[in-house]
């Protein structure tokens, strides 16, 4: 592991950002985004990003800080940083940071942008909801195995708390108010319109990464099926009858 990932709590803390221009703004943004309040070089800060063009210019940029025991990012130059700057999908509280070391910004991005596809909107009110409930879940499951083994089974996949699904705000009160409720069976059926993955809907990728099973047509493209939740199965032909609980595809050529 090249690196430590961490969250850092910048609200209202100085972090020294150098340089003008699209690169500086777009990290300026960023920072205020955090709650960070920006200065300049002769400020007294912990952190600072280096967003300058030249490179003689950046490096003694650079120098100079480090000199003063200050942590570096220096912008597209990664030999020189002591923390880089992750991708990052927002669905505050929960953050997910996607990080390449500086070997490939561009990675990191289309690795953003695949898992901003398969995290829905609501996953931050879970969390919030989740939180809030800790009273009532400690008192639900007072001895800390059981209530870990509980929560882990509301999050699995189909269960009444699966992050990946469409999960309302009430979800958390439901489930405890009946923990050990039967998961219910869902079947959804998903019409291909082309063999290009990147032609799924938002709401089609997430059900396809939390699905139980798939039964899909013979002809369904591989890379159709990859999108499909690792450990699921998938059947070629049509389903039975009766279908357990838990999530079903149906994934049909269009």
């Known amino acids: 592991m090249h690196s430590l990932p961490v969250f850092l709590r910048l609200e209202g803390r100085p972090v020294i950002l150098i340089g003008s221009g699209d690169t500086a703004d777009a990290k300026r943004r960023l920072l205020e985004r955090a709650g960070a309040r920006i200065v300049d070089e002769a400020g007294n800060a912990a952190l600072a990003i280096v967003a300058l063009d030249e490179d003689a210019e950046a490096e003694a940029a650079v120098a100079r800080l480090k000199a003063r025991g200050i942590l570096v990012n220096a912008v597209d130059r990664p030999a020189l940083c002591d923390f880089t700057l992750p991708a990052i999908v927002d669905r505050d509280p929960v953050l997910v940071a996607i990080g390449t070391g500086g070997a490939s910004a561009g990675l990191a991005k289309a690795l953003r942008q695949r898992l901003e596809a398969l995290l829905p909107s609501g996953l931050g009110a ?123 595809i149906l994934l049909t050529l269009d």
């Not at 879970?126 to 059981?146: K, S």
């Not at 509980?150 to 439901?174: E, F, M, N, Y």
């Not at 039967?182 to 939390?210: F, K, N, Y």
């Open 126 to 248: 879970l969390a919030d909801a989740l939180h809030g409930a800790r009273g009532a879940i400690r008192a639900q499951f007072p001895d800390a195995t059981t209530r870990r083994r509980a929560i882990d089974a509301a999050l699995d996949p189909g269960g009444p708390l699966d992050p990946l699904g469409d999960v309302p705000a009430t979800a958390v009160a439901r489930w405890l108010a009946a923990p050990d409720a039967p998961r219910p069976a869902v079947t959804v059926r998903i019409a291909l319109r082309s063999d290009d993955p990147d032609d799924l809907t938002l709401a089609e990728a997430r059900w396809l990464g939390q699905a139980d099973r798939v039964y899909h047509d013979v002809g369904v493209p591989p890379a159709i099926l990859r999108r499909v939740r690792a450990d699921a199965a998938c059947i070629a032909g049509s389903p039975p009858e009766d279908l357990p609980a838990g999530v079903t």
